[in-house]
């Protein structure tokens, strides 16, 4: 699953283990290095959410039985 179009960030969902990659282009990597954060007016941020949740959908139905039960409420989140 890819979102995000040419000249856009863009996530690629691996559909066969749930995993995904985030990649941006070079003017946005230039604005992180800038900024240090990403800032989302109202739409885009609405048109995030909906592809995360997508993703979080996603993820869920490629999960085996036993990685399905297991609890990460306060799991930092580590990008590889």
Same mark, same amino acid.
């Given at each position: 699953?890819?979102?995000?179009?040419?000249?856009?960030?863009?996530?690629?969902?691996?559909?066969r283990?749930?995993?995904?990659?985030?990649?941006?282009?070079?003017?946005?990597?230039?604005?992180i290095?800038?900024?240090?954060?990403?800032?989302?007016? #109202?739409?885009?941020?609405? +048109?995030?959410?909906?592809?995360?949740?997508?993703?979080? +959908?996603q993820?869920?139905?490629?999960?085996?039985?036993?990685?399905?039960?297991?609890?990460?409420?306060n799991?930092?989140?580590? #990008?590889?």
């Amino acid at each position: 699953m890819k979102i995000g179009g040419k000249n856009k960030m863009k996530i690629i969902q691996d559909n066969r283990d749930g995993s995904a990659e985030i990649s941006f282009n070079e003017n946005e990597v230039k604005i992180i290095q800038k900024n240090k954060k990403l800032i989302f007016e #109202p739409s885009a941020m609405k +048109a995030l959410c909906n592809h995360l949740v997508n993703i979080a +959908a996603q993820f869920n139905l490629n999960l085996k039985k036993h990685e399905n039960q297991l609890s990460f409420d306060n799991e930092e989140i580590r #990008p590889k």
